[in-house]
Structures are given as C-alpha cells and as structure tokens.
C-alpha cells in the first residue's frame, strides 16, 4: 500500500460509511450540500490513468453505486461528478446533488455562490442523510459480494 | 436517436475532432485553457446512471481515452475530469489539463480566477493543438477498431 506523509486523505480523518479494501465511501460535512459524498481510493495514486485497468474499472463502478445512492435517497434536480486533485493529489471522485434551489446552481459548487440556500430546505434533506449512509453501504456491501463472485472484468 | 430542441449539445455547432456512432470528442475554445476537451454523448441523456450499462463503460472509456491524449500532448500538472451538466443537462464530459501557473490553480476552473496566466505560456500551450487533434484522433480510432472487435464487456 502507498502512504503519502502529510497527505490528508492517505490519513483519513474522517468516518468513511463504507471502507474495502481498495477505497472508502465518506458523506462530506458541508452545511450548503447535504448528500455531497465521495469516493476514496485507498492508495495514492494521482490520476485515474494512473491505476491498472481493473483498478479503473473499479473507481467507475464505485462512481456508479454512489450516484445511485445519491439518486435514490437526496433525489436532486442534477447529479455532478468529479475527480479534480489539485490540492490533494490522491485519487478521490465528488458526487454532488445539485438542486435549482442550492447555492450555487446553476453553477458548480466551486463557483462564487449566487444565494443563500433556504435552511428548512437544507435541514430536510440533512434529515435524509442516515437514510443516504443506509443506501451506501447496502449498495456497497452488494457491489463488493459482486465484485468478489465475479470481478469487473478488463477485455 | 433522441434529440431535444433548443438543447445546445444536441445540435452541437462546434466541429468534433473526433465523432463516432455514440459520441464525439471536441477540443474547447478557452483562451485560458488550451487543450480543453469535452467527450459529448450524442443522445439527449441525462445522468451517467440513465445509461445502459453498456454504454456508461464505454463513457467511462472514451473519457480514459481523452485523459491518455490529454496528458501525452499537453503534459498538465494535474488532470481534472468532470460531469456537471446544470447548464445544459446533456451528457458532457469535461477533461481539463491544470497547471500550477494556470489561471485557477489550484481552485476548480469554475472558481474565481486567481491570476492572469502569462500569456507566452498559453501560446506555447496553444501551439500543442494540433498535436492533440491527432492524438485524439489516432487514439479514437484505435479504440473504435477494439470496440468493433470486442465491445467492453458488461459483467
């Protein structure tokens, strides 16, 4: 396994609600974005192309099932996706509910906000964060019984 | 084929570098950004999730694709790759080559801009294109003529 020193997701702090042995599933703290979740892999590895071919077909799987999750349950307008690493080189995928409501929509969440988000809204879909962790590791604990019966398979 | 009116990505105007049965690729016009690139999917789909399997992994590979050509012609500091769509709610794919002297670096493209890039720097960046149009082109090709061969297999 890779280590990094002073890499602040090769020493994750936070609870993942769902870790294997390749990468972790967390739901990030961020008051304006309740459902916002990402995919950790567990090594450092700095870019996508920089895993083997089943390891990459594995973070897109891993992709998938949380933007499944994040559908079923927080039930956004708009679902994003993202791997960008520049501040913390260490493969890592942001899946974002995106509301016309949010902060931010219709731009991404790393623009300039363009309002304050309503707070009975963000506290309802807070509300819905237990049943989120729920669907992560059901889902999660299905993929990797999959994955283990018969791996993504590289053509 | 699904086409939706007055959506901008179902009646792309901008000329594909590379285009095949479900997908084209276009190199972006972004002053700030040479060797921007989108993979754009020609139906009208929504999210990643509302494809069939079959062709979310060939996304997911057409994407890798574009990553390969990206950081082989434009030799980026770091690769950033998204799918937001909020604007324009039409299967896109981003894939943007970042360097630390870059405009936003290491902020996401869409946060405010920190600096003005040096202008000799973007030129030198430009002058990569058509280097790219052809890595793109001879990358896709070759993964058409795999694809045809043998389709990237659901599991």
């Given at each position: 396994m890779t280590n990094v020193a002073g890499c602040?997701?090769?020493?994750?702090?936070?609870?993942?609600?769902?870790a294997g042995p390749k990468f972790s599933v967390i739901i990030v703290e961020d008051a304006n974005y309740p459902?916002?979740?990402r995919v950790?892999?567990?090594?450092?590895?700095?870019?996508?192309?920089?895993?083997s071919r089943e390891d990459r077909?594995?973070?897109n799987e891993a992709v998938h099932q949380l933007e499944l999750?994040?559908?079923e349950v927080m039930q956004p307008l708009?679902?994003?996706v993202a791997s960008l690493g520049n501040v913390v080189p260490h493969l890592h995928w942001h899946v974002i509910p995106r509301y016309a409501d949010d902060a931010h929509f219709p731009a991404p969440v790393w623009a300039q906000a363009s309002r304050q988000a309503?707070?009975?809204t963000l506290a309802a879909r807070r509300a819905l964060l237990p049943q989120l962790a729920d669907a992560i590791v059901r889902?999660?604990?299905?993929?990797?019984?999959?994955?283990?019966?018969?791996p993504t398979q590289p053509t």
């Open positions: 602040e997701l090769c020493d994750l702090s936070v609870p993942a609600v769902w459902g916002f979740c950790i892999w567990r090594d450092h590895v700095r870019e996508m192309s920089d895993l077909l594995l973070v999750a994040v559908r708009k679902v994003n309503d707070e009975a889902r999660f604990n299905q993929f990797q019984q999959e994955e283990q019966a018969c």
